[in-house]
Structure formats: C-alpha cells, structure tokens
C-alpha cells in the first residue's frame, strides 16, 4: 500500500502550505511567492494565478527575491528556488545541534519498535518536524521534516503545549486523521526544561488504539537517553 501522512499531517514549507498572515504585509506576500514556488518551478502567469496576488506585484517581489538569491530562474525562464535558501538552511541546521545528538537515539527507535519516528520542537503557536525517520512498512504515517502542526491536538502538540501525564508518556489516536497513532515523550535539558517531543506514530491497526501502552515505555525510554 501506498504511503500516506498520518497523525501530523502537516502544514509545511510545500506545495500545500500557507504562508501565516502576520500583519506585515509585504513580508507575508513575499513569503506566499516563496510557498508557492516551492510547488515547482512557476512562469510569471502561474505564480500570479497561485498566489492571487496583482500580476505587478508578484513580479515585483519574486525579482526582489531572486535579487536576494531566495529565488532563481531555470532554463525556461520560470521562478524556482534560490540556492541562497541552501546556504541559510546549512546554517541553521550547523546552529541546531539537537538534531545530531537524538538522531542515534531516534534511529534505534526506530528500528526497535519497526514504526516511524521523529522529533519536534515548538515554534511559536505550533511544531516544527525537525527529524522524521520512516518505517520500512508499506502503510506507514510520513512526516516531512520541516512540517509545521498545530499543538491542541497530536501526543506531541499536546505534549509541547504543556500538557503532562503520570506515565511520563502521551498518546493520541485518530486526532488529526482518521487511522492515526502516536505516542510522545518529552525530551528535556538537564535542569528538566522540555525542549522537544519524540515520537513514534504509525496506522492504528498497528499500534493499536493504546499505543502508550505497546510503545509508551520504549518512547520514554529514548527520551531519557538522549544527554543535552
């Protein structure tokens, strides 16, 4: 069976994202252009038609972007992503060690309980995907790193937005999606502040409609061995 996204399915820098409105405009119309390109390489027409914005305007600002080196042009003259976007993301990856020190840790997670696994930090009002391993099964919750989610719903959305359990772990089934399984555990500093979620997600039919109870503790287990 065919991939499909689960527990999270994701508000993200892609194709189906939606640059949040915040109150500046000439910023959240920049980044609307860039969402869209993201999509795919886009001739002037096409950008106008998927940003809605004047024809004028979204030419001005995805020139002023490829004058940045946030946009570029391909061989037929479309508007594609900038390499300029390269370089920011090794940086701020290279500036986010956290990724690097759980990636064993979630890997053998991974392995261990034969289910997707990844990591979010909050961002705001929301998650962030920074990790995101996939299963080896067919039927499998996919995650894209980068996703962003909301927090009220999701074991890990619920987890960052401060909501605890006595079994150190939460779990949530059908959420966001129908079929949808998760259970998160808390990752923490050593002075116990919660920086990040981890998790294991994956069809219903699989972890059952009590994940916590078949993965809660391996999840919690990660957590705890993961040193910041």
Not at 91 to 106: G, T
Request: with cysteine.
């Amino acid at each position: 069976m065919d991939s499909v996204s689960g527990d999270a399915a994701a508000v993200s820098f892609g194709p189906s994202a939606a640059a949040p409105s915040t109150g500046v405009g000439v910023l959240d119309k920049a980044m609307t252009v860039l969402h869209a390109v993201a999509s795919g390489p886009l001739g002037l027409s096409q950008l106008q038609a998927s940003t809605g914005l004047p024809r004028a305007t979204a030419h001005r600002l995805a020139t002023a972007l490829e004058a940045h080196g946030m946009l570029r042009r391909d061989g037929e003259g479309r508007f594609e992503l900038g390499h300029g976007l390269v370089a920011f993301g090794q940086i701020s990856a290279d500036r986010f060690p956290l990724v690097d020190v759980v990636r064993p840790v979630a890997t053998a997670l991974r392995d261990s309980t034969g289910e997707c696994v990844q990591l979010f930090v909050r961002e705001g009002n929301q998650r962030r995907c920074v990790l995101s391993l996939e299963s080896a099964h067919g039927l499998r919750w996919i995650v894209p790193e980068g996703s962003l989610m909301p927090l009220d719903v999701g074991s890990s959305g619920r987890l960052l937005n401060g909501e605890r359990s006595k079994t150190g772990w939460l779990q949530s089934v059908g959420e966001r999606e129908a079929g949808a399984a998760s259970v998160s555990a808390p990752v923490r500093t050593i002075d116990g502040t919660v920086i990040a979620a981890i998790s294991v997600s994956g069809p219903v039919e699989r972890l059952t409609k009590q994940p916590g109870r078949r993965y809660g503790p391996a999840v919690l287990a990660a957590a705890a061995e993961i040193r910041l």
